[in-house]
């Protein structure tokens, strides 16, 4: 075959057709969960301002330093959203969300953006479902938001996952324990990798993130976040902690676990499937007590998760999973000549509008390629129309699987099939 001329970018992919099911019975899990939790979707622009995300995510992250696609029209910054949460928020203060009282439980289901190095479960265009709940600064708050990720992937089969939690404080918490990692981390610089001198000066605990070989046994022996928590913080994680062992939920603590954003304040969790290879992150998140009011709102707590479509559909893969129906019709129309074609393109509204999904044959193939057309489309049933069927008003429909068939008029037709699907 010809090289063909044009492809995806690097790092973007297409969903085919027959990819399609998947994505589909997906999305219909996390409506119905998302529902099941009293959640609203909520869905915003693909590009955002740059300065919203270099705020929101954070001016030293990865992201914002080296992963943006971002580009410049007139005066205005755009960007392609590398993530939903702080679009959530600006979306929430925009429009004073807050006004319709209570708490405002929103989850969104959409493509990301990142120029990350592509590799298996890493993209440049991938997907995410989150979920955030604006309002509230109870515990009880960030246990919903893991239960509703969890539930998700319970629904879906994936069970086999540790859930690691931590707590990474409040700004004074951070501050101090900032300033021990600093003296822990200062006389073993020479031997850490560039990467982690770099963070040193920009974010130490950001160290702690670092994947790079020579950094791991300092890493090991760091002091760890839970040692330098306020006392209000530490009642916080203890009571998160409480509640999930209620549930019976069960969780690994990691002192470690500060993720990659800027905006996290106390509970920070991460969904790990041991399917997944070496991104093992399905999803995580944690609360962003301090994100509404950096992008200009009232001081208001807020707790969220985001998770990738894609690692959930390679961990299926591994396990097994299969999701979605096969493609299918329930009744193709084979047609015999032209009037036959126009009696069909007649009668698919009546079949439609019955509930009956219907085909037929747009390009004037023989009865033999429309057969085969049938089958290929997964056909339920299948009926020959040509002139002596249209004279005697009668059609014999094909039940496919079983191989029998019935000649039938067609209101009986439709009845028949109405029952059926
Ligand atoms: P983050 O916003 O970085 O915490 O990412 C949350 C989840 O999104 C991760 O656990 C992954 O499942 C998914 N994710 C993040 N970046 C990518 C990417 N480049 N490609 C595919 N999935 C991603």
Known sequence: MAQPKFSTH???VDILPDEVGKWQAIERIIHEEARKFNFEEIRTPIMEQTELIARGVGQLTDIVTKEMFAFERGDDHYVLRPECTAPVV??????HLEQRGGSQNLYYIGPMFRAERPQKGRQRQFHQFGAEIIGPDDPIADVEIISLMLSIYNRVGITNTTLKINSVGDPESRAAYKEALKNYFRPHLDEMSEISRERFEKNPMRILDSKEEEDQEFIAKAPVITEYLSEETEEHYARVKTHLDELEISYTEDPHLVRGLDYYTRTAFELISPDLGAQDALGGGGRYDLLVE???GQHTPAVGFAAGIERLLIACEELDISLGEEKSVDIYIVTIGENARTWALNHLPKLRANGISAAMDYMGRSV????KDADR????YTIIVGDNELKEGKF???DMKASEE???DFENIVERLKKKV
């Open 406 to 408: 019935e000649a039938l």
């Open 294 to 296: 950096e992008i200009g």
């Open 90 to 95: 600006r979306a929430f203060v925009e429009h």
């Open 377 to 380: 489309e997964n056909a339920k």
């Open 10 to 12: 690097l790092g973007m």
């Open 396 to 398: 014999t429909l094909r």
């Open 368 to 371: 033999k390629a429309q057969m």
